[in-house]
């Protein structure tokens, strides 16, 4: 079932998303190599609960962690440890918060220090694909039509969109109808009205598209242990352009300012 939103609903949907944001922020202004991602975990907890907020993997069938950080050839749902990150890691985290009974999901790929260009590059476009995928997220359009763009953006530079793994609606839940696939064609799926709101979230993998689920049954990796990357906004559906809910916008400023961090993509 499909749930359209009143425009009070989105106000507290952006709240949410954006103490996601708050949230990313955070941990783009102190990390770093040596760091451990359980480190990042206690931090993400802390914040968000002293915002009103209670996260929301925590828990989620069954899920141990309150954020997931997954580190190079994870894709997603990684689980936070106590293994020092390195120098080369390709971080993303994604975190999720429930406010006033409203979810915002949204998540982000960092570079820590001296890194591949391949990395770079794949993490740049991957970032990219979010944009030409929001592009296409305006009333009148399919669902398809974000998900095939999404998918030429990434397939022409020869990297493996992830099948497995989708974007969704969100709302009250955290994973609503549509699906929102990052690969498809053009025309097909539901038709989008305004006031539907969807986490669009491109998860590219610098090789092959196939995965693999780990013994612990929540860590997803490249089959061929090639690195991955993902970023993820919260939308909603408007006539000429989506609103986004969420704000790469601060997270970026924080990355920027954090010289333990490789942002040389935006030169
Ligand atoms: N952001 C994710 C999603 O959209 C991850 C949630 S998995 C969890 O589905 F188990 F950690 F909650
Ligand atoms: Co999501």
Redesign the pocket.
């Known amino acids: 079932m499909i749930i359209f939103k009143t425009e009070e609903e989105i106000e507290l949907m952006k709240v949410s998303a954006l103490l996601v944001s708050s949230t990313l922020t955070e941990i783009a202004k102190v990390l770093k190599a040596g760091m451990t991602t359980m480190q990042l975990d206690k931090l993400a907890h802390e914040f968000i609960k002293d915002h009103g907020a209670v996260p929301s ?1 925590y828990h ?2 069954g ?1 141990p962690f309150h954020i ?1 950080t997954s580190v190079n050839e994870v894709v ?2 990684g689980m936070p440890n106590q293994r020092p990150l390195l120098e080369g890691d390709v971080i993303t985290v ?1 975190i ?1 918060v429930v406010k006033d009974g409203y979810h915002g ?1 949204h ?1 982000y790929t960092f570079m820590l220090g001296e890194m591949a260009p391949e990395t770079i590059k794949l993490v740049k476009i991957t970032k990219e694909s979010l944009f030409i995928g929001i592009q296409e997220a305006i009333v009148g359009n399919h669902i398809g039509d974000i998900s095939s763009a999404i998918q030429r953006y990434a397939e022409k530079e020869g990297y493996g969109v992830v099948r497995d793994l989708v974007g ?1 609606g969100i709302g009250r839940t ?2 609503e109808d549509p699906q929102v696939p990052n690969f498809g064609r053009r025309g097909t799926g539901i038709q989008m009205r305004e006031n539907l709101t969807l ?1 669009i ?1 491109p998860m590219i993998n610098l090789g092959t598209k196939d995965l693999y689920t780990s013994r612990d049954g929540w860590t997803i990796k490249t089959a061929d242990g090639k690195p991955a990357a993902h970023f ?1 906004h919260d939308v909603c559906i408007k006539p000429e352009t989506a609103l986004i809910l969420s704000d790469f916008s601060p997270i970026e400023a924080a990355e920027k300012a954090n010289q333990n961090l490789n942002s040389s993509y935006y030169e």
Request: proline share 0%; hydrophobic share 30%.
């Open positions: 993997f989620y069938n899920y997931c997603v749902h994604d999720g999901d998540a969704h955290m994973h986490a979230e993820e």
